[in-house]
């Protein structure tokens, strides 16, 4: 199921969480939505949910919106980062709203899952470890069989080994049945792995959105030597965003085309230069660090 939003505008009384975002997330396909803290990536999510009903703009799923339309929110789950559960319910007590909300719901799933998982589906969920807690939330979702999973945050708290289950199971629901994922996380390593395609959200705004490799493509870490440093007029022709120069020795970070780098750095008789592919986390860095939102060291008495 193919989700577009359109000029989608979130207030709370004055302040403006999401701002004139457009997305498109495409079908059977894992979405990353990154961004800083407070940028406004719950808020979206729980409009893209159909919880919060956009001020302006529209999300449309399969070209149907989603705002109090009963059909299309039971294709659509939203797993929280706090995961909900009524006050003493065990998760065979949550498996039964879940059936009433979710048509697809999968019986034999939902056993299997729970023996795969170990854990006791008669055991109240308040008295279960965060981890715990997490693990019964996918239970639930992956038993939904719903078209379209919503994220925020959802490998915290669980193990290394119950990470890579919950990944295996996700990528198998894409290939078998087209799930579509869209994941809000700050674990920008992790969703390196996983995502098709990023969004970079900030302030409420989207910064870019991209195909994974389109994102890595348009960046890279030049490190180069000179005799004498060059000119200003260098770091102009290969659009250099950041750098840092120790001696003779420059580090670059380049955006934009960099399919010709080799071929311009040559002009300028360099001593030596490496071409290194930059990080998800990197390029998130320096996406940040040009709008402002950088580190900055403190010292502290």
């Known amino acids: 199921m193919k989700i577009v939003a359109n000029n989608v505008n979130k207030y709370f009384g004055k302040f403006k969480a999401v701002d004139n975002t457009d997305i498109v997330v495409q079908s059977g396909t894992i979405h990353g939505l990154l961004g800083s803290n ?7 999510m729980k409009v893209f949910a159909g919880i919060y009903e956009a001020d302006n703009g529209t999300v449309l799923y399969n070209d149907i919106p989603v705002y109090e339309n009963v059909s299309i929110k039971r294709e659509v789950l939203f797993i929280n980062d706090i995961p909900f559960y009524f006050p003493g319910a065990t998760i065979n ?3 039964e709203y879940y059936r009433a909300m979710y048509p697809n719901f999968s019986e034999s799933r939902f056993k299997k899952l729970c023996e795969h998982f170990r854990l006791n589906p008669k055991k109240p969920l308040n008295q279960m ?10 239970i639930l979702a992956f038993a939904s069989k719903p078209k379209v999973m919503l994220l925020d945050e959802p490998f915290d708290g669980l193990d290394p080994i119950v990470r890579r289950q919950v990944k295996n199971i996700m990528m198998q629901d894409i290939s078998n049945y087209g799930l579509t994922v869209l994941a809000s996380s700050h674990n920008l390593r992790e969703m390196e792995d996983l995502c098709d395609a990023v969004s970079i959200m900030h302030k409420g705004h989207i910064l870019i959105t991209q195909d994974l490799n389109e994102v890595k493509g348009s960046h890279c870490k030049l490190q180069i030597a000179f005799k004498e440093l060059p000119s200003e007029d260098f770091y102009k022709d290969l659009n250099v965003v950041h750098k840092s120069i120790k001696g003779r020795i420059i580090t670059s970070i380049l955006r934009g085309d960099i399919s010709n780098v080799e071929e311009k750095v040559s002009k300028y008789n360099p001593l030596m230069y490496d071409i290194l592919p930059l990080t998800l986390e990197e390029i998130f860095a320096y996406e ?14």
């Open 38 to 44: 407070g940028a406004g990536k719950t808020t979206l």
């Open 288 to 301: 940040m660090g040009e709008i402002g939102y950088e580190i900055e060291n403190i010292i502290i008495e």
């Open 129 to 138: 470890s965060k981890g715990m807690k997490r693990q019964a939330s996918f």
């Open 93 to 95: 007590k949550m498996a």
